[in-house]
């Protein structure tokens, strides 16, 4: 009689294990995407708080590319105002694409090219630009971690209790795949 009563017990025990340790990793790897959003996320907001410079070196060589700047401009409250980190992914992957359209619009203003502030401005955007493609390729694979753990099964049971859906990565934009070869 003591033996199956022990055998059912060492089950239980197993089985509770078995159970928190799948809770625990679908945590650590939800935290883990979190931490590595925290850690991109200051350098693009910094990027985003650049955007009323950017207006403001503009305005002062009377450039007339108003709809990209009020575009932007758009883009920095959304991205400021959004809590949900997928929000904030595809706010930012739009500010990227809008910042590089602005770049190369800028290309036909060699007053603006020539401007002081819009050199160091330039050369900000392009150090936060590095430290943030340094900072992708780690979000990325931690999205893609936790993305996976909480479709294996059994992890995705508690992913689903727990309301836990799938993350977004950070996408290169179409001019970042483009490779027209080395200019010689």
Avoid: C, H
Avoid at 25 to 43: E, M, P, Y
Avoid at 74 to 98: F, M, P
Avoid at 127 to 152: K, P, W
Wanted: glycine letters at 2%; a positive charge; hydrophobic letters at 45%.
């Amino acid at each position: 009689m003591l033996i199956p009563i022990l055998i059912f017990i060492i089950v239980i025990v197993a089985v509770v294990t078995f159970l928190v340790k799948s809770y625990n990793q679908i945590v650590i790897l939800r935290n883990n995407v979190d931490k590595a959003f925290s850690n991109i996320d200051v350098i693009l907001k910094q990027r985003a708080d650049e955007v009323p410079n950017l207006v403001r070196v503009v305005k002062a060589t009377a450039l007339n590319e108003n709809t990209v700047l009020k575009e932007l401009t758009a883009l920095r409250s959304q991205y400021n105002q959004s809590e949900k980190t997928n929000d904030k992914v595809k706010i930012a992957e739009a500010i990227d694409g809008k910042m590089k359209s602005f770049f190369v619009s800028v290309e036909s203003y060699p007053q603006i090219k020539a401007s002081q502030s819009f050199l160091k401005l330039q050369k900000r955007l392009s150090n936060l630009e590095d430290m943030i493609s340094d900072r992708r390729e780690y979000f990325n694979d931690s999205v893609n971690l936790y993305n996976t753990g909480i479709q294996v099964f059994p992890d995705m049971i508690f992913a689903k209790m727990m309301r836990y859906q799938k993350m977004e990565m950070l996408k290169f934009s179409e001019k970042e795949i483009e490779y027209s070869g080395v200019e010689l």
